[in-house]
């Protein structure tokens, strides 16, 4: 079944007792027993809904994987992972990676006792000094969020498999349409439904993929013990989102070029940051490993003034100002101040989040409306 295919069929099939041919709303909370353990398969919705049970198999399916679990947010996703640990373990972490994981990691579970490297992957041998006996976990975000680095997932694998590490890799910003973690070595595939997965900015999940049947095992486990399950109404939307998401993402791409091109060019702009340019420094990796560049562009300004940057993204119309990303209409960010405040400055800086860094997600709009857009906020600057 071929990719396409897969968003439309996978994991899904006509309701047995109507014949509708969309996955129903289960809209219970519990199921009727004939004997006590005697049940069709459901008895309580935080441990199997039909609407999310569907979901599950369908990205999973997507991702080449054998088990998908879903939960109430991406940052959901991220607890019950990091839940894997135990008090000690190490975990190497992207350096550059979206502000809501790096609180989780040093406010919450830093307080557990699992400590954090931040380190930047885009070149593999930075790794090695920061693995020992302790390390249990690589946690990488490719493209990363916001700079669009690229990280090698195959050379990860490697790494991990070598060191008997867990490889977990958030695939929100390419999806499984541009590319697919689990057929390049990583163990568990993390998303944030949120964004391109849903596509239409009115739900919030998160899901974890894997193969593996002892790590899904784990997984179930804690989604059952801890309890942070989306309902069905939302899993029924992200279910209808994904039907279109191989178009989606053609257009997103599509216009990303057109855009990262447009800024590329302009004289106002100091650096763009996307994949597919081929001054990006893991342009070739980004090549081998995705089948396209997504639309995810981040920029900054010359001269690096902070007021610019906020003049810029208060003067869009199109490019609507708001956290989030991935829907089919085109966002602005400010990240120093919006997605990644949670990240102390002198970090931030370091990665290269300074204050006039502007971060698009590039919608499905006409590309000359977008264009003309952008244009005008930067001539107020």
């Given at each position: 079944m071929k990719f396409g295919t897969k968003t439309i069929h996978a994991g899904q099939t006509a309701d047995p007792t109507?014949?509708?041919?969309?996955?129903?709303?289960?809209?219970?909370?519990?199921?009727?027993?004939?004997?006590?353990?005697?049940?069709?398969?459901?008895?309580?919705?935080?441990?199997?809904?039909?609407?999310?049970?569907?979901?599950?198999?369908?990205?999973?399916?997507?991702?080449n994987g054998k088990h998908g679990l879903c939960f109430g947010s991406g940052l959901a996703a991220v607890d019950a992972i990091i839940k894997l640990l135990s008090p000690g373990d190490e975990v190497i972490s992207t350096n550059d990676l979206y502000g809501g994981t790096y609180r989780i990691f040093t406010k919450v579970f830093e307080n557990f006792g699992i400590k954090f490297h931040f380190v930047g992957m885009e070149n593999i041998s930075n790794l090695d000094s920061y693995i020992n006996s302790k390390t249990k976990m690589i946690w990488a975000e490719t493209p990363t969020n916001p700079m669009l680095n690229i990280i090698d997932i195959k050379a990860l694998s490697i790494i991990s498999k070598k060191n008997k590490l867990t490889l977990v890799v958030d695939n929100t910003f390419a999806t499984p349409f541009l590319q697919r973690p689990l057929d390049l070595g990583a163990d568990i595939v993390m998303h944030s439904l949120t964004k391109y997965m849903g596509g239409h900015s009115d739900v919030v999940m998160g899901a974890a993929i894997c193969k593996d049947d002892a790590i899904a095992e784990k997984l179930f486990f804690i989604q059952n013990s801890c309890g942070a399950v989306p309902g069905p109404m939302d899993s029924f939307l992200v279910l209808r989102g994904i039907k279109t998401l191989h178009i989606r993402m053609q257009r997103h791409c599509e216009n990303g070029k057109e855009i990262a091109t447009f800024l590329n060019n302009h004289p106002k702009v100091d650096k763009v940051y996307w994949p597919g340019l081929k001054t990006h420094p893991n342009y070739s990796v980004a090549k081998n490993q995705m089948d396209n560049f997504g639309g995810m562009i981040s920029f900054n300004l010359i001269g690096n003034n902070l007021n610019d940057a906020i003049t810029v993204v208060s003067n869009t119309h199109y490019f609507t100002l708001a956290e989030s990303l991935?829907?089919?209409?085109?966002?602005?960010?400010?990240?120093?101040?919006?997605?990644?405040?949670?990240?102390?400055?002198?970090?931030r800086e370091k990665t290269g989040v300074v204050d006039s860094l502007i971060r698009l997600s590039v919608g499905i709009e006409d590309i000359n409306d977008l264009v003309n857009d952008l244009e005008q906020a930067l001539s107020k600057i």
């Open positions: 109507t014949g509708a041919i969309m996955t129903p709303i289960y809209q219970t909370s519990t199921y009727i027993q004939k004997s006590p353990g005697d049940h069709k398969g459901f008895e309580y919705s935080r441990t199997g809904n039909p609407t999310r049970n569907t979901l599950e198999k369908n990205i999973a399916a997507l991702e991935g829907g089919v209409e085109s966002l602005c960010g400010h990240p120093a101040s919006m997605t990644h405040a949670a990240i102390p400055k002198i970090e």
